[in-house]
């Protein structure tokens, strides 16, 4: 009912930045709320951060001051802002779409994020 596609991942240096984007399509409710999960080598999948539809955001104490959330309502995207990053910030980072008082729990395929020190 809904796909995700992520992008923005890539390799770089411990202190860079990226940006990743995640497009979603399909059965589009309004009342929604998108985020970035990720997973580590030999780690479970953690939580990022999340956006709702109205701009209400949280974030792991892990990347507060570091990563940023933000979402285009009008093109259903969502993006992470990763400033000041560290290796162990190193993973598949997932978008998440969910529907508020509504059932529908869908994940993007991941986009590989390495940080070198």
């Known amino acids: 009912q809904v796909q995700l596609v992520e992008s923005g991942g890539g390799l770089v240096q411990a202190g860079g930045s990226l940006r990743l984007s995640c497009a979603a399509s399909?059965?589009?409710?309004?009342?929604?709320?998108m985020g970035w999960y990720r997973q580590a080598p030999g780690k479970q999948r953690e939580l990022v951060a999340t956006?709702?539809?109205?701009?209400?955001?949280n974030y792991a104490d892990s990347v507060k001051g570091r990563f940023t959330i933000s979402r285009d309502n009008a093109r259903d995207t969502v993006y992470l802002q990763m400033n000041s990053l560290k290796p162990e910030d190193t993973g598949v980072y997932y978008c998440?779409?969910?529907?508020?008082?509504?059932?529908?729990?869908?994940w993007g395929q991941g986009t590989q994020v390495f940080v070198s020190s």
């Open positions: 956006i709702t539809r109205g701009g209400s955001t």
């Open positions: 998440r779409f969910y529907r508020i008082l509504a059932p529908g729990d869908y």
């Open positions: 399909g059965t589009i409710s309004s009342l929604n709320a």
